[in-house]
């Protein structure tokens, strides 16, 4: 679970800058920590099928976004891409 503190933490380390909530790096960087989350529970918990669900849900959620920044924005991308540690 997502806690406040880690939350901002998530924030602060991707906006853009000092009021950013909402910018699709910020929340690519929320929907990775998500993504690492539910991972985890799924390796605990491999029958649990409506949480895999929602984690290819959200995968392709942070796919649409890494793809729109990519588009859009190529320095970004490419900086987000190594900050998280995703492939391209």
């Known amino acids: 679970m997502l806690t406040t503190r880690k939350k901002k933490n998530i924030i602060k380390e991707t906006a853009v800058h000092d009021t950013d909530t909402g910018s699709a790096p910020v929340q690519i960087g929320l929907l990775t920590r998500r993504i690492e989350e539910l991972a985890t529970h799924l390796k605990k918990n491999p029958k649990d099928q409506h949480s ?26 490419n900086s987000i891409i190594k900050k998280l540690g995703l492939k391209k």
């Open 52 to 77: 895999r669900r929602g984690l290819l849900k959200i995968v392709g959620k942070r796919k649409k976004l890494l793809d729109y920044l990519s588009s859009n924005n190529e320095k970004s991308y």
